[in-house]
């Protein structure tokens, strides 16, 4: 839960031109004051499955991202691991969640409960996401380094749709459409107030064990205080049925 956004690339192309476009856009993340860029990554085949790796492997949240998601029916969806990634890890900043940045081949079917089902996922493909949330919390620079962060994804969203490889993007901050910085910072405000607020319930209802990066915010009490208006009754409803089912065998 927090402000975050969401991103596809797309290439319709062979692997060479696939590969020309992710060094492009690791080359700009270079050029970009990112905290750390890490360098391309190039898999085939079992190596591409996150579960095939250590959970310590700097690699794993970058393969759990490279995972994409069939839907079934209504409600079921199946995970369809890539049979090859090209892609790299940047780190926008302090508090900020790493922003992947690829392109991935996926099988043309997938075998499922006996049944061998198609992915219709044709081409180069690649769907992630990004929470710049938490970059707020004053001990690493608050609303400004948010900012920060913030912006360095959008800028390398940018350069992805110069090079002509981005499929969609989705701000919850509004930026990526609005382009209005002075409106980012009340909206972040907004935002971290009412998981404060949140999170105050969910601690009022479950007790101190509940954890959550913004009851760390040195300035947490005044953000719960200023999010309060903006929970609604079924909040708190939520919290209670959380309760319920923790306290279910």
Not at 86 to 101: D, S, V
Not at 208 to 227: C, D
Request: charged content about 25%; aromatic content about 8%; glycine content about 8%.
């Amino acid at each position: 839960m927090g402000l975050t956004i969401h991103y596809k690339l797309k290439h319709a192309g062979n692997e060479t031109a696939a590969r020309r476009l992710i060094e492009q856009l690791h080359q700009a993340a270079q050029d970009l004051p990112f905290k750390e860029v890490q360098d391309i990554v190039d898999l085939t085949g079992e190596a591409c499955k996150f579960d095939n790796h250590d959970k310590e492997s700097p690699l794993r949240w970058l393969l759990i991202q490279a995972d994409a998601s069939l839907k079934l029916d209504e409600h079921s969806w199946l995970g369809v691991p890539p049979t090859r990634i090209i892609a790299f890890e940047t780190w926008p900043g302090e508090g900020c969640e790493a922003a992947n940045f690829g392109l991935c081949q996926y099988p043309a079917t997938i075998e499922h409960q006996g049944k061998i089902i198609r992915t219709k996922m044709s081409g180069w493909r690649w769907s992630s996401f990004c929470k710049t949330q938490y970059a707020s919390d004053p001990a690493c620079g608050g609303v400004e380094n948010f900012l920060r962060c913030h912006l360095l994804v959008v800028a390398l969203l940018d350069k992805a749709k110069e090079l002509g490889c981005l499929d969609e993007a989705y701000d919850e901050g509004k930026f990526w459409e609005n382009r209005d910085v002075k409106a980012l910072v009340p909206e972040i405000e907004s935002w971290n107030g009412m998981i404060a607020a949140f999170a105050g319930q969910l601690k009022d209802t479950l007790g101190e064990g509940v954890e959550s990066p913004i009851t760390n915010y040195s300035n947490f009490e005044q953000l719960e205080l200023a999010g309060q208006s903006t929970l609604s009754p079924q909040t708190a409803e939520l919290a209670k049925l959380i309760q319920q089912v923790l306290k279910k065998p």
